[in-house]
C-alpha cells in the first residue's frame, strides 16, 4: 500500500511534468514597443490599427510591416519591415518631422515707372495701375495666412495694408500696389524729389505670426509743373493711351474759380461758341497775358514745365503750352470742347463750333486795338488764321498729333 507522503510525491511530479510539457509545446513569441513623438500618431501593423502614440505587444515570431497615419503639419515617418524572432524585444521610436513654416520672400519687384508727376498719377490712381508690380513667393512647406502687404512713402504716407489671398506651400503670387499719396503731397512739391518707398509683407504660419519681409524703392515725385517726358512715353505705351501729349490736359482746369471768372464775364451775352471764343480771347489780352519763350531747360531736357492756369493768370506770361492750357481751360469752362494740337515743338488750340472745328494760335493773345478808349479791331481773327494755316500744313503728315481734351480727361487725366 503506497504512503500518503509517496502519493503526494507523485502528485507533484504529475504538477511538473504538466507544467514542462505546457511550457514546451506552448508557441514561443517576441514583445514589438512602438512610440511616437513627438505627435501622438496612429499606429497599424500588416495594415491594422494598433494603437495610437505608443503600442507594447506580443508577437509570434515572422516578417510585419509597420505603418503610422498622417497628422496634419507633420511629415508621415516612412513604414518599417521588420522579422520578429523568437524572444526578441524589440523597441522602435518614429518621429513625427513637423513642416517647415511658410516663409515669404519677394522673389521679383518691378516697378512700373522711376518717378510720378501730378499728372501721370491722377492717370495710375484713377485707373487703378500698379505702380510696383511684385511676385511673392513661399518656400515653405506650410501655407502662408492672413497675408498683408505693406507700403510707406518717406514723408508722404503712413504706412497702407492690403490683404491678398493666402500664399500656399511652394508657390508664388503676383500682386500689383499703388501707394495712396494725398492730393496736397503729390502736387505740394516745387522740386522734384527723391523718396524712398518701403515694401513689407506680414503673414501668419500654423497659427504664428512670422517675421515680416522687407525691401525698398527709390521713386521721384516730379514737381507740381512737371510733364516728364520719358515716364508719359513709357505709360502711354504700356496702357494704349495715343500719344503722350494727352497727360497735358491735365492742366486744363475748367473749374479753378479764377478761369470760371475770367470765362462767364468775357462771354456775357455771347452764344455762339465762335462769339465766346473770341471774348475769351480778347478778354485775356486785356488781362495782359503774353508769350514768352520756356525757360531753358527749367526741370531738365527730359521733363517739361507747364504752367497752371491760374498760375499764367498771375504772372501774365507763358510758353505756348501754357497759353494753350489757360486758353481751353476757359473755352471748356463755358461748354465749348477743345482740343490741342501738337507739332514739332508746338501746340494750339482747336475749339468746336458746332460740327466744325477751328484752331487758334494761343500764342498771339493780343488786347484788342483801341483809341481813345475805344477798340476796333481784335486780333483773334489774326490768331485763328495763324492756327487754321498751321494745321494746314501738317495735316495728313506724322508731325500733327491731335489730343481731345475731354477724351483724355475720361481716360482719368485729371
Avoid at 502519493?7 to 506552448?26: D, H, N, P, T, W
Avoid at 500682386?175 to 492730393?183: L, V
Avoid at 475805344?374 to 500733327?400: K, M, P, V
Amino acid at each position: 500500500m503506497i504512503s500518503k507522503r509517496k502519493k503526494i510525491a507523485i502528485a507533484l511530479l504529475i504538477v511538473l511534468v504538466s507544467i514542462g510539457i505546457y511550457i514546451i509545446s506552448r508557441p514561443a513569441k517576441a514583445v514589438i514597443s512602438i512610440t511616437t513623438t513627438p505627435a501622438t500618431g496612429a499606429i497599424y501593423i500588416n495594415g491594422q490599427y494598433v494603437g495610437t502614440g505608443f503600442l507594447s505587444k506580443e508577437y509570434p515570431p515572422g516578417t510585419y510591416e509597420i505603418t503610422f497615419g498622417s497628422i496634419s503639419g507633420y511629415h508621415t515617418p516612412k513604414a518599417q519591415i521588420v522579422t520578429l524572432k523568437a524572444g526578441d524585444q524589440i523597441n522602435i521610436v518614429e518621429t513625427y518631422i513637423p513642416f517647415t513654416p511658410a516663409k515669404l520672400t519677394f522673389s521679383s519687384i518691378v516697378q512700373t515707372i522711376n518717378g510720378v508727376s501730378p499728372s501721370i498719377y491722377s492717370f495710375i490712381i484713377n485707373n487703378n495701375k500698379p505702380m510696383f508690380s511684385i511676385t511673392v513667393s513661399n518656400s515653405g512647406e506650410t501655407k502662408a495666412e492672413y497675408v498683408r502687404l505693406l507700403t510707406r512713402i518717406e514723408g508722404l504716407t503712413e504706412w497702407q495694408t492690403q490683404t491678398v489671398k493666402d500664399i500656399d506651400s511652394n508657390s508664388s503670387i503676383f500682386i500689383g500696389i499703388t501707394p495712396i499719396i494725398p492730393e496736397t503731397a503729390v502736387t505740394g512739391f516745387t522740386e522734384s524729389t527723391y523718396r524712398e518707398v518701403s515694401i513689407k509683407v506680414e503673414y501668419t504660419s500654423g497659427g504664428k505670426e512670422m517675421p515680416p519681409t522687407s525691401t525698398s524703392k527709390q521713386l521721384i515725385i516730379y514737381s507740381k509743373n512737371a510733364l516728364p517726358l520719358k515716364e508719359a512715353l513709357e505709360i502711354s505705351k504700356k496702357y494704349g493711351i495715343k500719344s503722350f501729349e494727352s497727360f497735358l490736359a491735365y492742366w486744363v482746369k475748367s473749374q479753378d474759380p479764377s478761369v470760371r471768372n475770367i470765362a462767364a464775364s468775357a462771354t456775357a451775352g455771347k452764344y455762339t461758341a465762335d462769339e465766346m471764343a473770341k471774348a475769351i480771347f480778347d478778354e485775356l489780352g486785356r488781362r495782359e497775358i503774353r508769350y514768352a519763350n520756356d525757360p531753358s531747360d527749367p526741370l531738365g531736357g527730359d521733363v517739361d514745365y507747364i504752367q497752371f492756369p491760374s498760375e499764367t493768370l498771375s504772372l501774365k506770361r507763358g510758353d505756348c503750352d501754357d497759353l494753350s492750357v489757360l486758353y481751353s481751360s476757359c473755352l471748356e469752362a463755358v461748354g465749348i470742347e477743345t482740343q490741342f494740337a501738337f507739332t514739332p515743338n508746338h501746340v494750339f488750340v482747336r475749339y468746336r463750333s458746332d460740327a466744325d472745328w477751328h484752331s487758334v494760335e494761343a500764342t498771339k493773345i493780343k488786347a484788342p486795338a483801341s483809341f481813345l478808349g475805344i477798340e476796333y479791331y481784335s486780333y483773334f481773327d489774326e490768331a485763328r488764321n495763324s492756327g487754321t494755316h498751321t494745321y494746314d500744313q501738317y495735316l495728313g503728315t506724322e508731325d500733327l498729333t491731335i489730343v481731345n481734351i475731354r477724351d483724355a480727361w475720361n481716360l482719368g487725366i485729371h
